[in-house]
């Protein structure tokens, strides 16, 4: 199974947006990564998001891009501050490969959590960026990392 992680892309102050939809620049970089993650031609089954708007359109743009609309849902456990565990375990069942869109702090978190299986932040993942984790049997491992700078 691969499972992507995708960060949202920049998104407008709270004061600017109260929905804190993307910004230009967010939208460019989220294009752009997906574009590139496109070109890969990745087999994804399903994507989940969080429900808010900033991470609803990095889905949508994801989905365009790979051409699997159908197949976006907003999730429950995706937002920034919800706790590991049951998403961890949800993980533990899939077999579909999956991106999640989703925030900081909890992606940093769940990628040390499935790697090294501690909650710390062994990546910096910048706004847009992308992480494809491998799972084998009962671990996982991390196979690329992309970001807005690389694309």
Known sequence: MFLYILRHGEAKSESEDPNRSLTARGREEVTAVCRAFSKIAPRVDAIWHSGKTRAEQTAAILAASLRIEGRVQSRNGLNPNDPLPPLVEELAHQEANLAIVGHLPQLGKLISVLLVET????????????????????????????TPELC
């Open 119 to 146: 909650e710390r932040n062994l990546i910096d993942l910048p706004a847009a960026g992308l992480v494809c984790l491998e799972r084998e049997i009962d671990s996982w491992q991390l196979t690329w990392f992309l």
